[in-house]
T-cell receptor, first 114, second 114 residues
Framework: DAKTTQPNSMESNEEEPVHLPCNHSTISGTDYIHWYRQLPSQGPEYVIHGLTSNVNNRMASLAIAEDRKSSTLILHRATLRDAAVYYCILRPVRGGFGNEKLTFGTGTRLTIIP | GAGVSQTPSNKVTEKGKYVELRCDPISGHTALYWYRQSLGQGPEFLIYFQGTGAADDSGLPNDRFFAVRPEGSVSTLKIQRTERGDSAVYLC????????????FGEGSWLTVV
């Protein structure tokens, strides 16, 4: 499976935008880029995913580089509740049911400073 | 709520004992996953069911670990002859079983082997 590289930790001030980077230089053409986050003492939760175009939803935005070798998760206005570990995951879709397993790295631990 | 439910939430057992962990997926979800998470690490894939059958059990660490899903809904993860190294959070997740569907995680079962 293609790997992703993320910084171990980041800090951001409350109510400011946060840009979480992810490198995936060996991504293949059928790999979707998924982001999950894990709040303390909880299971991971889905944040956003995309293939080639930038994506927006109520939680965040995903900016994907033109060559798809990197992406950035953007939290537009961080709150204390956004403090979590953020995982960038490549999820291959090989046809059929396509529900391949998620392969987690160690993610980025985001700390929000009040 | 209608999320993924895992029981027990906490389990302390003695080395060498047998343990069962239960997962109730979201109603209607055909895909079910088990993950294991050690402190400071990302979740590690164990096994994936599509319906009643194990579509991918490549993550099971050894033959002491076994999982079943006899009716395609509830799943049980079984650990025989527990060892202290089995101490971790065991996470269950489910999805609708179609390409690109979001995977929803439970809060996990914390297992401590003493």
């Amino acid at each position: 499976d293609a790997k992703t590289t993320q910084p171990n930790s980041m800090e951001s001030n409350e109510e400011e935008p946060v840009h979480l980077p992810c490198n995936h230089s060996t991504i293949s053409g059928t790999d979707y880029i998924h982001w999950y986050r894990q709040l303390p003492s909880q299971g991971p939760e889905y944040v956003i995913h995309g293939l080639t175009s930038n994506v927006n939803n109520r939680m965040a935005s995903l900016a994907i580089a033109e060559d798809r070798k990197s992406s950035t998760l953007i939290l537009h206005r961080a709150t204390l509740r956004d403090a979590a570990v953020y995982y960038c995951i490549l999820r291959p879709v090989r046809g059929g049911f396509g529900n391949e397993k998620l392969t987690f790295g160690t993610g980025t631990r985001l700390t929000i400073i009040p | 709520g209608a999320g993924v439910s895992q029981t027990p939430s906490n389990k302390v057992t003695e080395k060498g004992k047998y343990v069962e962990l239960r997962c109730d997926p979201i109603s209607g979800h055909t895909a079910l996953y088990w993950y294991r998470q050690s402190l400071g690490q990302g979740p590690e894939f164990l096994i994936y069911f599509q319906g009643t059958g194990a579509a991918d059990d490549s993550g099971l660490p050894n033959d002491r670990f076994f999982a079943v899903r006899p009716e395609g809904s509830v799943s049980t993860l079984k650990i025989q002859r527990t060892e202290r190294g089995d101490s971790a959070v065991y996470l269950c997740a489910s999805s609708l079983g179609r390409t690109g569907n979001t995977i929803y995680f439970g809060e996990g079962s914390w297992l401590t082997v003493v």
